[in-house]
T-cell receptor, first 112, second 113 residues
Framework: QQPVQSPQAVILREGEDAVINCSSS?????VHWYRQKHGEAPVFLMI?????EQKGHEKISASFNEKKQQSSLYLTASQLSYSGTYFC?????????????FGPGTSLSVIP | NAGVTQTPKFQVLKTGQSMTLQCAQDMNHNSMYWYRQDPGMGLRLIYYSASEGTTDKGEVPNGYNVSRLNKREFSLRLESAAPSQTSVYFCASNRDRGRTEQYFGPGTRLTVT
């Protein structure tokens, strides 16, 4: 039930772009994206709902392909502050979208 | 607003001891969650409460119990701690289940020796 994330880790130079993917074997109601810096709590980035509704930060973009049960997070013109671990979380319609299950995370390092 | 608060921040237990982790939110959220985080494992859901008066098991509920004391508070109890329960525990809350973003507390670092 845990979503799969790829890649597991990525290293970027400042200014480069990255895409982080999240996929599920089950139909999805929503996909959540969070970033966690070392020793801190996860922080909300974006939520995408079935039907096309999105909510998130202006500088973050993401897509949600309901048919393929996949989501991608797009990080453009990366900055040093983008470093951290990115988690996708998924909620499922058959469980009345009560709970959010997170993937194992993608470690992103941005270097000068 | 304090957001989501957790106590204690750090705890060391001996095998077999019991303890309760406390979580409170002041955002009038309906749903609350307990996760544990281990290296390389991401955030695993232990228990959740979709609304006041209800609780349900998550992915890894064995060895834990929860109480939704009121709308603000959601506690996690370890009845007989085991070394496998050494982890960082996060409490989170949101307005409406999987529809809305979650707000996380600062975490509790628990070590069981």
């Amino acid at each position: 039930q845990q979503p799969v994330q790829s890649p597991q880790a990525v290293i970027l130079r400042e200014g480069e772009d990255a895409v982080i993917n999240c996929s599920s074997s089950k139909a999805l109601y929503s996909v959540h994206w969070y970033r966690q810096k070392h020793g801190e709590a996860p922080v909300f980035l974006m939520i995408l709902l079935k039907g096309g509704e999105q909510k998130g930060h202006e500088k973050i973009s993401a897509s949600f392909n309901e048919k393929k049960q996949q989501s991608s997070l797009y990080l453009t013109a990366s900055q040093l502050s983008y470093s951290g671990t990115y988690f996708c979380g998924t909620a499922f319609p058959r469980t009345s979208y009560d709970k959010v299950i997170f993937g194992p995370g993608t470690s992103l390092s941005v270097i000068p | 607003n304090a957001g989501v608060t957790q106590t204690p921040k750090f705890q060391v237990l001996k095998t077999g001891q019991s303890m309760t982790l406390q979580c409170a939110q002041d955002m009038n959220h309906n749903s609350m969650y307990w996760y544990r985080q281990d290296p390389g494992m991401g955030l695993r859901l232990i228990y959740y409460s979709a609304s006041e008066g209800t609780t349900d098991k998550g992915e890894v509920p064995n060895g834990y119990n929860v109480s939704r004391l009121n709308k603000r508070e959601f506690s996690l109890r370890l009845e007989s701690a085991a070394p496998s329960q050494t982890s960082v525990y996060f409490c989170a809350s949101n307005r409406d289940r999987g529809r809305t973003e979650q707000y996380f507390g600062p975490g509790t670092r628990l070590t069981v020796t």
